[in-house]
């Protein structure tokens, strides 16, 4: 059984800083492609970012320069550090797991490649 439990989201106001953790255990490990995903009211699930097990990253445009997406090996954790945080990125966060070693430029922000998924954290962000 594979479990991601995601911590870190709040409300913030623009141009504020937050850190997602996406702790894993059970069959998820630092194999895996890693993903982060956002949803907002109305809108479908969209790629923010991934991390393969090399370390490889890969961003969607909107935050790219803004969000670092990076993961502790040790402590089986993926993060995502949000800077400069806008209105527009409010949205249910979530972390995902597809049992390959890299992630591709193809798949990485397709959310029907990943098996695994967490329960979300809230992001507010206030203008």
């Known amino acids: 059984q594979a479990q991601l439990e995601e911590s870190g989201g709040g409300s913030v106001p623009a141009g504020g800083s937050l850190r997602l953790s996406c702790a894993a255990s059970g069959y998820v490990n630092s194999r895996y492609c890693m993903g982060w995903f956002r949803q907002a009211p109305g809108a479908n699930r969209e790629g923010v970012a991934s991390?393969?097990?090399?370390?490889?990253?890969s961003y969607a445009d909107s935050v790219k320069g803004r969000f670092t997406i990076f993961r502790d090996y040790a402590k089986s954790t993926v993060y995502l550090q949000m800077n400069s945080l806008k209105p527009e990125d409010t949205a249910m966060y979530y972390c995902a797991a597809q049992p390959y070693v890299y992630c591709t430029s193809f798949s990485w922000s397709q959310d029907v490649r990943y098996d695994f998924w967490g329960q979300g954290t809230q992001v507010t962000v206030s203008s």
């Open positions: 991390i393969d097990s090399t370390g490889s990253t």
